[in-house]
């Protein structure tokens, strides 16, 4: 929806339409240089527009984390998705699959003989077909590398086509182990990959990535990446390094509300900027505009800005707010505000709240 009258009372949550743009593309550059191809994780955004921006600049199709995030990208036009997740398909959920692989293609994620199964029995002669979840070093969900091939052949022969192996190398979320987490997710894959063919299934998709390791990603091993906080940046990657300031595309726009010398108040708090706070995190969030500025207090509707040494804004001046994780913030807003040059828009969040 165009916007004729003043963008909405604060706070809000803004993207700025050059900015990712650039993102898009420039990411969509690094990874075709290495012969792989982008599967960007829609989870970060939940927008079927954003998601053909990324089509449109050569993705090959989508991942999500969620049956409902699937559902939501399907009905918005996305023909190819991957739910990176090890689901458990009960008869509810194999009827919704079912639904979708009759609209586009549609692969999931196993993480074992049982689930397997579960999948197979529910969705054999529908085209779905299966990756096997691999644990690189983050230690959340997956199999040991060397599993991965009696996994697959379990899926396979129970009537459902396993294609390949992926994994979520997620300890490069730490300022020294992006390229770390990126060797070690390229040494799993590969032992992975070499399991499925021990049990004579050629793995056509060999699948990992993020943000911060994708400047790492092992061309030669890995046939896509699915980065997903690389279109818009946060505040997370910006201490990271992974992202400069100038390449954060969105903030939430905020109102100050007190002000002391050395402190400011804002209305956005954790109801719209989210609450996470990695260990590594200097605040609860950044000032894109005041870069030595932190968050230092956070609560439902307040921010409490520590302004270390940075000019004080006025009273009731409107500040960019850069959330730590971007991802939390865009699923508690319906709408964005999409800013390019002087025109200004509402772009729906199409998958919010599709949390199952």
Known sequence: MRMTLAPPPTPFVAVEVPVLERNIAARARSIGELGIETRPHAKTHK?????RMQLDAGARGITVATIGEAEAFVA???DDVFIAYPLWVDPDRGTRLRALAERAEVRIGVESIESAARAAEELRGTGVRVLVEVDSGHHRTGVAASDAGRIARAAADAGLPAIGV????GHSYSPDGRRTAAEQEAAALAEAAASLRGSDIEPLVVSGGSTPSADFAAAGTLT??????YVFGDAQQW??????REQIALTVHATVVSRRADRIVVDAGSKILGADRAAYSTGFGRLLDLPDARITSLSEHHAVVELDGSPAPSLGATVRVVPNHVCSAVNL?????????????L???DARGRNS
């Open 347 to 349: 772009w729906p969040v």
């Open 47 to 51: 927008s079927s527009r954003i998601a």
């Open 224 to 229: 896509e990446l699915r980065p997903g906080v």
């Open 239 to 244: 201490e990271l390094g992974t992202y400069a």
């Open 76 to 78: 918005g036009g996305v």
């Open 333 to 345: 807003v319906d709408s964005f505000v999409a800013f390019d040059g002087g025109r200004a828009e």
């Open 166 to 169: 992926f994994t979520f190398p």
